[in-house]
């Protein structure tokens, strides 16, 4: 069971339908979650050729 049940009241160890839509559904949500990162520039970590952070909203 996780965080966002579609449908709590039926969702259960019995019924695999609605576990995995739940599943689906929480992947595509983390996925959401993942993308939006990616295009806030804000939130990005660059990094150079020796892994450190640069902290320049210039691009």
Do not use: Q
């Not at 983390?30 to 993308?35: D, M, V």
């Amino acid at each position: 069971m996780g965080l966002y049940d579609v449908a709590p009241h039926i969702s259960g160890k019995n019924n695999c339908f609605f576990d995995y839509l739940n599943n689906y559904l929480i992947r595509a949500k983390l996925l959401i979650n993942l993308a939006s990162l990616v295009n806030d520039k804000n939130t990005i970590l660059w990094t150079d050729t020796n892994n450190r952070i640069i902290n320049d909203n210039k691009f």
